[in-house]
């Protein structure tokens, strides 16, 4: 699954340069968090190259607001958008209703949104705040959406990891740091690898069914995930990555090689990284490659079983 390709791009690629030339008027691209940074410029690329769009954030009017300016921006009218609570069960179920009533199909499905070492705080579920938002509220979405992805010719889900998935495997029986003190750096190496895991998951259980779904590491990039840093730690991440830091427009290329690129099919389930599926490496290095764990089968169906056993019912059949 984890073996790198002969790809013509690089860490250095911008989305614009990954989907030059490509016609996607034919595709229904749902982005999750699109309102702001990787998100946002994630949608205008899509909508740039045809894409009808829908974006997902929490705040309607300044959703409205912007999905104005891209439409002015790219020529596109075909761009929305829909208020979702991603910490909110019934607000994420809602909207996947919505979209299956209506009778929609979605053809690409970029569960982008993200918090990243909030402090603890855990909603009405029990879920720790990072484990939800980044994780749980993606494979309920995802479940959500099913049905409108299946309806597509070649529907895809691109969930959005991090390499801060080396900072820490999930830890199943302790998902929620009931037994252990909080580190709100552990808590988001771990929803990172449980948004990894999501993409194995996903791929094992939609695969067969035509779902291509892959997990990416858009690089270094400073955006408004790290609204919670202290100054010195935004500082710090800054200056410790400046051989590898990117731009908006080079952090997204990655999600938009993965939401297109044809070298990806029959590679379901994998991490990506620099526009090319990574390596897998033994130990963590915070520089590249995708750690065992992150990939592991049997990690992802733990934690959906987790998962259910909180939620008290099954999530997402095998199709």
């Known amino acids: 699954m984890q073996q790198p390709l002969t790809s013509p791009f690089s860490h250095v690629s911008t989305a614009e340069q990954v989907s030059a030339g490509l016609d996607l008027s034919h595709v229904h691209a749902i982005v999750t968090g699109a309102t702001a940074g990787l998100g946002l410029e994630t949608a205008r690329v899509l909508a740039l190259r045809g894409a009808q769009v829908t974006l997902l954030g929490r705040n309607q ?69 990072q484990l939800f938002i980044n994780y749980v509220s993606h494979l309920l979405l995802s479940e959500a959406l099913t049905p409108a992805l299946l309806k597509s010719s070649a529907p895809r889900i691109v969930s959005l990891s991090s390499l801060g998935h080396h900072m820490s495997p999930v830890v199943l029986d302790d998902l929620n740091f009931e037994n252990r003190a909080y ?30 779904s892959t997990a990416v590491h858009p690089g270094s990039i400073d955006t408004n995930l790290s609204r919670y840093l202290t100054p010195e730690e935004r500082q710090a991440a800054i200056s410790g990555g400046k051989s590898t830091y990117k731009t908006l427009q080079q952090g997204a290329a990655t999600t938009l090689w993965a939401a297109t690129s044809v070298l990806l099919e029959g590679h379901g389930g994998s ?31 733990g934690l959906v079983h987790n998962v259910e056993a909180a939620l008290g019912k099954p999530i997402l059949r095998k199709f």
């Not at 895991?197 to 094992?204: P, S």
């Not at 990506?272 to 992150?294: F, S």
Request: hydrophobic share 40%; proline share 3%; charged share 15%.
């Open 183 to 212: 580190d709100k750096w552990r808590a988001y190496g771990q929803s990172k690898t449980a948004t990894a895991l999501l993409a194995a998951y996903l791929h094992q259980q939609l695969g067969a069914a035509g779902v291509l």
């Open 271 to 301: 991490y990506l990284e620099d526009c090319n599926i990574a390596p897998v490496v033994e130990k963590p290095n915070y520089q590249y490659g995708v750690m065992p764990y992150a990939i592991s089968l049997e990690q992802a169906n």
């Open 61 to 129: 009017q300044a959703g409205d607001a912007i999905a104005k300016t891209l439409q002015a921006e790219t020529g596109n009218t075909n761009i929305d958008m829909v208020s979702v609570d991603l910490n909110c069960l019934q607000s994420v179920t809602e909207f996947g209703n919505h979209i299956n009533r209506s009778g929609q199909v979605v053809d690409l499905l970029i569960n982008n949104a993200g918090i990243m070492a909030a402090p603890y705080q855990r909603n009405e579920l029990g879920f720790e705040s």
